[in-house]
């Protein structure tokens, strides 16, 4: 049985004294993840900081923009009135992370700290260019959510760094955005995903931003996919060739949850879908 401490400080200050004075300890939000990790005995901390009761980390400020505190619940985000109006397709991945309880317990910070190759809410906030507020023990810093991922399971955080707020631009009044996720039941870990927002000139793409999960080490953008729409008006044969881009993009595994190749297909196949979709279209 692992045994280690458990502690509940109420300031970020109080977090780092006592991860200081405990030494091999581990910050830890909804722990939906982290639990299964120590139970496998995969990770054996001596003491675990709980992020729960620092008041600072929690909620969402919608205002052009949006700031989420780190330690704010999925089913909060997926419920939040004013995220679906500015972010829809962040309230639609929030509202594809597994069930009711793990909705209720995991958090935002948790689910993009963890750094899985399928982290739902990765993609969305990829493509709405999310950023990162870090507090370490000696002082803050902010990052693009891009540099956060290092690879499975792997951040570029130092073990005393603590991300306290993800902060969403302004997303232009042209731009519409999307997320598609394929499982193979329900409240399942994706098998693929995606996330695709267009900003939108009639059925001209003057910019698009596309993220792909479950396909490669970690989330990732699809810049040669991008590059295909941007720029152009969205013809058959312009999102054709963007989807063919998408496939040679990714670098999908076959695991127990599928093969490489479909991996593959699914994502030329939604961003297909995601296109034409944000189009007004029927996909063909």
């Given at each position: 049985m692992t045994r280690y401490d458990y502690v509940r400080p109420h300031s970020l200050a109080e977090a780092h004294a006592m991860r200081a004075e405990i030494g091999d300890a581990r910050f830890i939000a909804g722990g939906t993840d982290l639990m299964i990790r120590i139970r496998g005995g995969e990770v054996r901390p001596t003491a675990l900081v709980s992020?729960?009761?620092?008041?600072?980390?929690?909620?969402?400020?919608?205002?052009?923009?949006?700031?989420?505190?780190?330690?704010?619940?999925i089913a909060d985000v997926a419920r939040h009135a004013g995220l679906l109006d500015r972010f829809p397709a962040l309230v639609q991945a929030a509202r594809r992370?597994?069930?009711?309880?793990?909705?209720?317990?995991?958090?935002?910070?948790?689910?993009?700290?963890n750094a899985s190759p399928c982290a739902d809410t990765a993609l969305p906030l990829l493509v709405y260019g999310a950023s990162l507020r870090?507090?370490?023990?000696?002082?803050?810093?902010?990052?693009?959510?891009?540099?956060?991922?290092?690879?499975?399971?792997?951040?570029?955080?130092a073990p005393d760094e603590i991300v306290t707020h993800v902060i969403l631009p302004a997303p232009s009044p042209k731009a519409t955005a999307v997320f598609l996720k394929k499982g193979r039941v329900a409240m399942d870990l994706s098998v693929a995903s995606v996330a695709v927002l267009l900003e939108l000139d009639g059925e001209t793409c003057r910019s698009a931003r596309i993220a792909a999960g479950s396909v490669a080490p970690t989330p990732i953008r699809l810049p040669g996919a991008e590059a295909c729409l941007a720029g152009k008006r969205?013809?058959?044969?312009?999102?054709?060739?963007?989807?063919?881009?998408?496939?040679?993009?990714?670098?999908?595994?076959?695991?127990?949850?599928?093969t490489a190749d479909y991996r593959r297909r699914i994502i030329g196949v939604y961003l297909k879908r995601a296109a034409y979709g944000l189009l007004g279209r029927v996909t063909p």
């Open positions: 992020l729960r009761n620092i008041e600072d980390l929690a909620g969402v400020e919608v205002d052009g923009g949006a700031r989420i505190g780190a330690a704010t619940t992370v597994g069930g009711p309880a793990i909705r209720n317990a995991g958090t935002v910070g948790g689910n993009l700290c870090i507090e370490g023990a000696r002082g803050g810093r902010e990052i693009p959510l891009e540099k956060l991922f290092k690879g499975p399971r792997a951040t570029s955080l969205l013809t058959d044969d312009v999102v054709a060739a963007a989807c063919e881009a998408a496939m040679r993009e990714v670098s999908p595994i076959t695991d127990v949850r599928s």
